[in-house]
Nanobody
């Protein structure tokens, strides 16, 4: 099995910054990509940013230039630096993992438990 543990959410004022981290652990053979999604009540879960094992990144238009995703392949961790936060960034942020276990099970999407980011004055 693979487990994802997220950390770093919290309350921040508009214009502030936060850093989210996610660590994948367990019987990981290969990680294809990791990323962050976010969801607000009553809405679907949307991509925020993703990064492949080769370092290619993809960002939602709404966060380009403000958020930065990074990854440590050796540690199977992914981080998201959130700068210039806006109230509309308020959401539960979920870590996402795609890869293969040592037992040959492939996951396209495995989710963390989520961490709440609240941007408010």
């Amino acid at each position: 099995q693979v487990q994802l543990v997220e950390s770093g959410g919290g309350l921040v004022q508009p214009g502030g910054s936060l850093r989210l981290s996610c660590a994948a652990s367990g019987n990981i053979f290969m990680t294809y990509a990791m990323g962050w999604y976010r969801q607000t009540p009553g809405k679907r879960r949307d991509l925020v940013a993703a990064i492949t094992s080769g370092g290619s990144t993809n960002y939602a238009d709404s966060v380009k230039g403000r958020f930065t995703i990074s990854r440590d392949n050796a540690k199977n961790t992914v981080s998201l630096q959130l700068n210039s936060l806006k109230p509309e960034d308020t959401a539960v942020y979920y870590c996402n993992w795609g890869g293969e276990t040592t037992t040959g099970i492939r996951y396209r999407e495995l989710w963390g438990q989520g961490t709440l980011v609240t941007v408010s004055s």
